[in-house]
Every structure is written in C-alpha cells, then in structure tokens.
C-alpha cells in the first residue's frame, strides 16, 4: 500500500516535470541572475554589495516612475473591475442578445498595438480629432501628451483595451452561480439590488481575486502602447516604471535594472500574497 | 526476465546512437578546424614615373597592355605598354597629341584607345553662358593619319545632350555613349550612329563593351547585347538581381566613375567587379560567385573610383582606378592558393551609423593587415526600419553576451555612461603615440576625457560658421543674441527680401544647436533652462524673418544618423551667390567645402563677404565625429590598438574630401598637396541660376594659403564639443520646432524640453 503511493507520488511528479524544468530554465533561473547582478556592477561584474539598490531607491527617476505605476494601478483597477462588473451584470442579463454583444467587447485585444498607437495619435495628437472636436465646440484645445492629461490618455488606453477581458471572466463567474438561490430570494420578496449585493457580489468573490491578479499583472502591458505613443520620455504624469527599465537596459544600467526588478518583485509578491490573504479570510 | 531484456536492448541502442551522434560532432568539429585555402590577393603596380593622371588601359590585340596618361604638373598625356603589367616602357604616339592641332578650340582632351592602336582623341569644350559642352573628333589611325569626324547624338541641339564616354570593342568598333548613358556604334569613317543600344527606353545606369558585347544596366535588369546582331540576349534573373544589389542606389563610384565594371571571360561567362569585389557569373549559371571579397581589398576604398578592368591570361585581374579623385592607382589580384580563403584574424567594428571616413580606415588596415578581416556591423542602415534605440539595445545584449565589438564608433551613443560603467578601455597612450609622431587638435581628442584619461577619441570634427557680408559677419558671430539682432535689422532694411537662405524649422534649430549648445551645462551636470529659453527665443526671431512659409515640415532625423548632412554651410553658402540669402551658416567639415566658403568671397566681391566661427557664450565649439574607442572586452587589444591608429593616423585623414581631422599632420599635409589630378587650382565648379534667373557660374578654387592660415589659426582656437547625446536633442528639435512653428508656447515648450532632459539626467 505504502509502495503503491510512493510510487504515485514518483508519477505526478514527472507529469509535472516538464513544465517544471521549463519555469525553472526560463524564469527561476533567470531570476537568480538577475539578483546576482543585483549585487555587482554593469560591466565590470565586481561584487558592490547594496550600491545598486542604494543608487535604485535614491534615483529620482525611479521614484517617479514607481509613484506613477502605483498611481496608474490604484486608479485604473478599481474603475476596470467596477465598469466590466457592471457590463457584465447587464449582459448577464440579457440572454441571447447579451451573449452577441459580448463578443463586441472583445474587439479591442484583437487590435495589434501598432495600429492602435496610430489611432491614438490621430485622436490625441495637438491637431488632432479629438482636438478638432474641441475646437468646434468653442472648448478650447489641450496638448493631450505633453501635459497631466497624458496620465488619462493611459488610463482611457488600458480600460479600453482590457475592458472585454474582464467582461469575459465576470461572466464566466455570474454562470456559475445557480439559478435557483435567485429564484428561492425572489419568492422571499428580495428586490433587485438585494440580489445583486447578497447573492451575486458575494458569489463573484473568488473570481474577483483572479480578477484583480490579471488586471494588475495586464496593467503592465500599457507601457507597449504608452512607448509607442510618447516615446522614451513621456510627459512625466505617464513615465512608468517600464519606461526607466527600457532606458536602462539602452544605457547598459544591468545593475540598476537588476536592483529594481528585484524590489519590483518583493513588492509584487507582497501585493498578491496580501490580497490571497485577504480574499481566504472573506471566503472563509 | 524477457521485459529486462527488451530494456537492456533499448538502452544499448540509446547508447550507440549517442555515441555516433558525439562522434559525428568530433568529425565535424575537425573539418571546421581545417582552414580552406586559396583566395585572390591584392598588389598594387607602380605606374611609370611621371605617369600621373590615367587617361585609359587597354589590353592590346597581343596581350600586351597599354596605358595612357597625363602628367599633371605639364599637362602632356603619354602612352606606356608592359607584357605582363609590371615594366612599363614609356611608348610613341603615332602623332603628336600634346599639339595645338588636336585641341584647336583650348578644351580638355580625352583619349581613349583601341586594341588595334586606334586612338580616339575628343577636345570637350563648355559655352562660358550656358556651360554647354561641346566636343571635337579626331580619330588617329596606326599610320598616323588624323580623322576628323562629326559625332552627333539625339538631342544634342534640343536638350544639350553629348557625348560624355567612348570605348571600343574588342574587334576595333567604336562606341560612345551619352549622357543618359545610352550606347551607339559609331561609323569610324563617317562619324554617323549605326546602332543604338537604349535598353529598351528605361532609365541606363551604366552601359559598357566588353568583348563581343555590351552590357547595359537599367533601373531594373542588366541587358547583354550582341554586339554584331544588336540583338538582345535573354535576361538573366540572377546577374540582374546580384548587380542590382552590388550597386544599390548608386550608379557611379567615387570620381564620377561606372558603380560596376564588367568583363567577359573567356568561356562566355561575365565577371563584374564592384566595390563589394569581384564576381563571375557562368552563361546562364544559377549564382553569381563573389571571387574577391572587396572588403579585404582596396576596392572598398570609398575614394577610390575604379575605371578599368581586365583579366590577364593567367587568370589574374588588373583594376585600375583613380583614388581620392587625383591618385591613379593600378592593383593586380592574382589567385594564391596558399593563402587562406579567409583571413585568420577578425576584428569587429561597430558603428551606429556608416561613415565613408570609418570604410576608408578599414580599407587603409586592411592593405596593412592582410591576416585580419575587419568586420564592420553597422547598427542602423536605414533599410529595415532598425531604430538608434533598437540598436543600442542589441548591442547592449551582445555585449553583455560577450559577443561585443572589439572597437566601438560612439557617435550617437551614450558615452559618459559607457565610460563610467568601465565598458572602455583607455586609449591614452595610443593617442599620444600619434600627438608625439603627428601632433593632434588637442580639444578635439580631450572631449571626452575622463579623470585624466582618454576612452573614447573623436577622429574628424566639424565646426559652425557663418559667412555674409563683413558687417554682418563682425557683428553677429559672437552671440546668438547678437546674430538674431543683425538678422532682423537686415530685414528691416530690406523688407520682402531673403535674409536666410530658406531653412525648415528644424534645419534652423539643428545648426543653432551645435553652435550654442556647449554652454548649456551646469556645474551639477544639468542643463541650464534659462540656456534653452534664450536658445529657442533667439532662434525664433530669426525663424520669424522668412519671407516664405515652409511648404512641409522636414521631419527631425536624430544628429546621429546626419554625418553626411552635417556639412551645411556649402548648401547655404549657395544662396548668398544666387542673392537669395544675406548670410548663410551652418556646419563645416571638410577643406574641400571650405574651398566653397573662399571661392563665394572671390565670386561676390562687391559684397565683400567674410566668414567666421559661428560661436556663442564664452565657447567656441565644434561637432566631434567618429568618435572612436576600444571596448574592454576585447580580447585582441593589439590588434584593436592598430585599428584606433590607423582611425586616427594621418593617411585616414589625407582621404576624400579632406575632412578636418583631429590630426594635426594630416591637416597640414592636405593644405600642402595638390588637391586637383591635373594640378589646377580650379577643383570644380556649379551652375546655378540666380534669383533673376541669370545663370551663374562659380568656379570652386582651392583657398590661397593665407585663408588656409585663417582656418588653422581659427580651428586652434575652439574649446568645447557641442552636446552630442541624442537623448537631449531630440526633445530641444522636436519641442523647438513646435515652438517656432507656433503650435505650443516659448514655457510650455521649455518645460516639456526640460521635463524630457531632467528625465533622462535623473536616471
């Protein structure tokens, strides 16, 4: 018996083999490097102790792109999930009919970056569209990517991009709550928002955490757009910290990088375990 | 007991197959390790003594090789004959051709030979108005007898088409071609065309005869014609497409010579020789094989332009060329199979951009290092969308890989950081290896000096100048202020009329920049604000004089991908002779373009023009170019320390169009040398309309030696590099330009220059 299920364990383990070989060639291998090189200098790969995180957390540069990532994050995540919560709900709701405009949501992740990027600067360029429009209406004009607006620009940019993915999950999660516990609080005279907020919300926990998790981890992904867009040096309200490792890695700063990727990690690590944390006692 | 078996017969296979597959590698490995040899190898013949200028070569009906040329000092042409190339023996006209009889107009005599002993001898003469050429015949047989013919091609009265070339064929016809490149056979008796060959009507880039055929190369295929027939024959795809590439966008080598010659082989193949090298192409092969690599060779030299070429019986080549526009230069490359394919060494040199000063360096080590093969990787071509940041970002990888460059050419490139991060070597004691042997133009290799030591050396600088009347000149050189003051007080005077020739925002910007930028640098290592506003105030008040509106913006390029643009100050010199401007400046770099700047002050004496160092603040700056180093990571330091001082020796220097080289020996030696082939001072000309529509023409003479005096006393007395980092002028181009164009305001345009600075300062 003992045998038996040694002998199991031994099998699973070499299911999970291969992909595990493949996390650890291609990212904790890497990884280690990278904190290895934390702790040495660019070129010269000379040990430096903390030097490099020294020069990290006191770089001007780098403050600003970590207040505006977080920035960027904290406003962008929360009005992402409420808005696709609530086209969620709506669709939800509106049986066949919803099920074919869901797919409409989806339409922004088909289109490539590069063709986006252009209709950005169409819209948002000083004579462009947007512009234009302002002008008409007597509104006076704003230069949408040399000023603080260039921060809204972004956030508009990742909503509009990641809205229908969000969509998608929520919907995935309103499927799986049952019918029949709506029905049972409907026939004990509970209103519309009696369901939503005692039923629904309380149902779409679980999901919210995968939710939040990948909106987080997509909220990096605007940089591609932000770089496109604004170049190496956007206005300063949209200078993330993508664009300072991008930099970085032009100017041969191996070592900045490496400090940065690491504290990145730490705080990364830490904002998921907090919310896993948070999410299990609300489960529980 | 029978699964055991099975497993052990599986894994004794798994094994013999690992082992086969090892011993296949070791193989492999072997076969790597055995060096291929054989490969054709370079000399150069020296010319007869007082050969000088080479008119024409031609390989005689029995071999023998004959030349024609012309001593530069006297003017009187020669004809020299050798068996094998090596022994020239000074040879007999059939008549006299230095005579007044065969140039009875005073115009410039070309001759040309054919293999029988014909000589063709043209007298060009040009209209002193129009500057229309017109030629003279005179063909002279072997006995002597003078024929004088009339050779007229279409267009010559309606669009002033002429004869520009001629040649003949192997069997003694003649042909010439015109100045749209397209061939005629020429009655040799009655000077009538009997043939055309037009390539079908499409635009001819070079059309040449090689034995029984000519070979026409259009836009968009390469046309063999029988020379006999007429006929075309078949296009062949695959020579098309390999000349084509060889050529790119040029039609003519240095010195106005055909981009590619051809020859035809003995066994009905076509070999074509190129500054890539050497190749043959068999009677409808698949491929076009490369026989000499140009890149090992001089045929690289962008300064040399090649003219003729040949192959001898024993299989070997003769090119002929003329090097620098003024050196004629005769290489033989013959097949040594003891030599190895390739060269055993490799150096790598990495440049952002390619610089024709870098290729002639290469060039000049290669003929000195014939073991070495310098691999020149160049980071953006401009023909695959690669940008200067996705450049740097690979090299950055490869470096990091330890698959970086052994030598680095940092224009564009951030190079405080590189030194900082210990990523260069110091080349110090090189450079005063050369100070001491040459003597250098010390703020120039000090631009980049760090704590006392040199990493990274500027090779050849340019230098912001203005040129106007001596008023204006005296009075705004100094300050950008002062310049924005004449500017508009001349526009006062002269209301409607051009001030500056007409400059695009960024054009404006661009030249500004390099000679105010210096002073823009704080003690801290930031950029004063105050510096950039008055920067973009001045340039906006003399913006604000144009009388025309630009028709289109021209959209900024960063500075380091403009080398060849950098020297402006010719281009707007122009409009100061045409009237369309009062003052021209921009940025000189070559004693060839300064030949521009004198010769506007003879050809406009009335306005007395004078020139001066376009400075401001309390520096005087020049733009570094070709800014060499060492990478630290290399692994031949010896070889790469050659590389550098052959970069920054004074033979690099002497090349082309006299570039200001930071070596002072090569400086001097150019304001001594002869800088045209024929010993005139006159070294070109332009005709160019004036604002009145009156044809101007202005000779191009080389500076007398007290302006050449002028210029040594003023590049001596520059100071400090203008700023040279991509990253701060792209934001001052792009936000200026708004700026001057009125999209943004002079604070809303300063904060975002500097918001993108500091930016970039604080990481």
Request: aromatic fraction near 16%; avoid cysteine; charge should be negative.
């Given at each position: 018996m003992y045998n038996r299920k040694k002998r199991n364990t031994f099998r699973g383990l070499l299911f999970v083999l291969p992909s595990m070989a493949g996390v650890m060639v291609f990212i904790l291998v890497p990884y280690l490097d990278v904190v290895r090189r934390s702790f040495t200098g660019a070129v010269s790969k000379r040990f430096t102790g903390f030097q490099n995180y020294s020069t990290v957390l006191t770089n001007p540069a780098f403050h600003l792109a970590c207040k505006n990532t977080a920035r960027f994050a904290a406003v962008c995540i929360p009005i992402l999930i409420v808005l696709s919560l609530a086209i969620a709900v709506f669709l939800h709701r509106q049986g066949r009919w919803g099920h074919r405009l869901k797919?409409?949501?989806l339409v922004p992740m088909a289109i490539p970056a590069a063709s986006v990027v252009l209709i950005w600067r169409l819209v948002?360029?000083?004579?462009?569209l947007l512009n234009g429009l302002l002008s008409w209406l007597h509104a006076g004009t704003v230069n949408w990517m040399n000023t603080g607006a260039a921060f809204w620009v972004l956030v508009f940019s990742y909503i509009w991009k990641n809205l229908g993915y969000d969509v998608i999950l929520w919907i995935a999660g309103l499927g799986t709550i049952p019918e029949s516990i709506y029905e049972a609080a409907r026939v004990d005279g509970a209103g519309e928002w009696d369901l939503f907020f005692r039923i629904t919300l309380p149902n779409l926990f679980p999901a919210l955490y995968t939710i939040t998790v990948l909106s987080f981890l997509n909220s990096f992904k605007v940089f591609r757009e932000a770089y496109l867009v604004a170049g190496n040096y956007p206005d300063d309200s949209m200078y993330l910290l993508q664009h300072l490792y991008n930099n970085w890695f032009r100017d041969l700063s191996m070592d900045k990088m490496a400090a940065g990727a690491v504290l990145m990690t730490v705080v990364v690590s830490l904002l998921v375990l907090l919310l896993q944390k948070a999410w299990g006692r609300d489960v529980e | 007991m029978k699964q055991n078996t099975k497993k052990w017969i599986v894994l004794a296979m798994a094994g013999v197959m690992a082992l086969m597959t090892l011993s296949g590698c070791s193989k492999a490995e072997k076969e790597k390790k055995e060096t291929a040899m054989g490969r054709y190898t370079e000399e150069e013949i020296k010319l007869a003594k007082g050969a000088g200028y080479l008119m024409d070569l031609q390989q005689m009906a029995d071999g023998t090789l004959r030349i024609i040329s012309m001593d530069t000092s006297s003017g009187e042409y020669q004809v020299y004959s050798s068996d094998d190339g090596e022994d020239w023996k000074q040879g007999e006209f059939p008549v006299n051709v230095n005579s007044e009889e065969l140039r009875p107009n005073g115009g410039e005599l070309y001759l040309n030979m054919a293999p029988d002993g014909e000589i063709m001898a043209r007298e060009t003469c040009y209209d002193d108005t129009t500057m229309a050429a017109s030629n003279y015949y005179h063909l002279i047989g072997t006995d002597g007898t003078v024929t004088d013919l009339t050779v007229s091609v279409p267009g010559s009265e309606k669009d002033g088409n002429e004869v520009n070339g001629v040649m003949f064929s192997d069997s003694g016809k003649l042909y010439v071609t015109d100045y749209h490149n397209v061939l005629y056979e020429v009655d040799k008796t009655t000077g009538t065309i009997v043939k055309t060959f037009d390539g079908g009507g499409g635009g001819i880039r070079v059309s040449t005869v090689t034995g029984s055929q000519c070979v026409l190369v259009t836009d968009s295929q390469v046309l063999c014609y029988?020379?006999?027939?007429g006929e075309p024959e078949k296009p062949d795809k695959v020579l098309t497409d390999q000349v084509l590439k060889s050529m790119g966008d040029k039609n003519n080598s240095y010195g106005g010579f055909p981009a590619v010659l051809f020859e035809k082989g003995r066994d009905g193949g076509l070999f074509y020789g190129c500054a890539d090298g050497v190749y043959y192409h068999a009677d409808g092969g698949s491929v076009c094989e490369q026989i000499i690599n140009g890149q090992l060779t001089s045929l690289a030299n962008p300064t040399l332009g090649i003219s003729k070429m040949f192959q001898l019986e024993d299989g070997s080549f003769l090119i002929a060329g003329l090097e620098n526009g003024e050196t004629s230069k005769l290489f033989r490359y013959t097949y040594d199979e003891k030599t190895p394919a390739v060269p055993d060494k490799e150096l790598t040199v990495y440049s952002l951009e390619d610089h024709s000063y870098l290729r002639q360096a290469i060039s000049l080590f290669q003929k000195a290092h014939p073991d070495t093969f310098v691999n020149l990787e160049v980071g953006v071509t401009g023909e695959d969308g690669v940008t200067r940041e996705d450049a740097l970002r690979t090299l950055n990888t490869n470096i990091l890989a330890g698959k970086g460059p052994d030598v680095m050419i940092m224009d564009g490139m951030p190079i405080d950081n590189y030194i900082q991060k210990d990523m260069l070597m110091d080349i110090t004691d090189i450079v005063q290896k050369i100070k001491k042997s040459d003597g250098m133009f010390e703020y120039v290799t000090d631009a980049y000096k760090t704590d006392g030591k040199l990493y990274a050396v500027p090779a050849k600088f340019y230098v912001p100048m203005i040129e106007g009347d001596g008023d204006t000149v005296m009075k705004s050189a100094g300050s950008l202020t002062d310049l924005a003051d004449r500017v508009e007080t001349l526009q006062a005077s002269n209301p409607g009329g051009n001030i500056l020739q007409s400059m695009s925002a960024e054009e404006l910007l661009k030249e500004l920049f390099y000679a105010d930028?210096?002073?823009?640098?704080?003690?801290?290592?930031s950029i004063s604000e105050d510096a950039v506003r008055d920067f973009l105030t001045q340039a906006d008040r003399i913006y604000n004089t144009r009388t025309q509106e630009e028709t289109g913006g021209s959209a900024y390029v960063s500075n380091f991908t403009t080398d060849s643009a950098r020297d402006t100050l010719t281009q707007y010199i122009m409009g100061l002779v045409t009237g369309e401007g009062k003052i021209g400046f921009g940025t000189l770099g070559a004693m060839v373009n300064f030949a521009t700047v004198t010769s506007a002050q003879e050809q406009m004496e009335q306005a007395e023009l004078e020139y001066a160092l376009l400075d401001s603040g309390n520096k005087k700056s020049f733009v570094p170019s070709v800014i060499v180093g060492i990478s630290?990571?290399?692994?031949q330091e010896d070889l790469a320390g050659s590389f550098v001082e052959t970069v920054l020796g004074s033979d690099t220097g002497t090349q082309?169009?006299?570039?200001?080289?930071?070596n002072k020996k090569a400086f001097d030696t150019v304001k001594k040398m002869q800088w045209n082939a024929n010993g005139a001072d006159e070294i070109g000309g332009i005709a160019i309309t004036s604002e009145e529509g009156v044809l101007i023409e202005f000779a191009i003479k080389k500076p007398s030696q007290k302006d050449m005096d002028r210029l040594t006393s003023l590049l001596e007395s520059l100071d400090s590099p203008c700023i040279n980092d991509a990253a701060i002028q792209d934001p001052v181009m792009e936000q200026g330009a708004s700026y001057l164009r009125g999209e943004q305001s002079l604070e809303d345009a300063v904060s975002n220059i500097m918001q993108k600075i500091n930016l970039y300062l604080d990481e």
């Open positions: 797919s409409a949501y948002f360029d000083n004579h462009g | 029988d020379l006999e027939s930028s210096a002073n823009w640098g704080q003690k801290d290592g630290s990571g290399t692994k082309g169009d006299y570039v200001f080289s930071a």
